[in-house]
C-alpha cells in the first residue's frame, strides 16, 4: 500500500458453483479462502480473487474486441491500473487486504470472445490475489496501493 495510487471498485463478480455464468453482485465476502459464493473458493489460495482494470476492456475495445464486462473472469474490476503491482504488494478494498501473488496467466477461453484477445491482453488481463484480512468489499468502495 505504499504506492499510494487511489481509485475505487466498479463491479464485482463471483462464479456461482452450479452455473457456468458469472454474477454481478453489490458486494462481496472474503475470508482467508477467497471469495464466498465462488466456485473457486478454497480451492487454491494464490489464485483466489481476480482482480482487473477497466484498461483491460478499454484496450479490446481500442482494438476492436468487444467484451462484456466479467468476460475476464474477473472478481474485482477497478476504475485504475494494478498492472504494475508485483508478488508480496498489498492493497486496502473496503475493510479487505490482498496480498498480489501473481500475474493472470492468459487461457484459451479469452480467445472465445476474440482470437486476438489472449496476445493482446499478455500483461494486461489482471493480477491474482490471496486475502491477508477478509472481510465485506461494496461496489464504490475505495481502493489503496
Known sequence: ???????????????PREKNTREDKKALVLDSSGVLEDKFYGKNIQRSVLITSLKS?????ANGIDAKLSSLGENILLDVSPYGLIPG?????GDVTLEITHNCTICNSLAKIDAKLPKLLENDRGIFAKTISGGKIN??????F
Do not use: H, P, Q, T
Open 139 to 144: 461496489v464504490g468502495d475505495m481502493v489503496e
Open 57 to 61: 476492456y478499454e484496450l479490446a475495445k
Open 89 to 93: 504488494d498489498r492493497l486496502k478494498v
Open 1 to 15: 500500500m505504499s504506492k499510494s495510487i487511489n481509485g475505487s471498485v466498479i463491479k464485482l463478480f463471483v462464479s
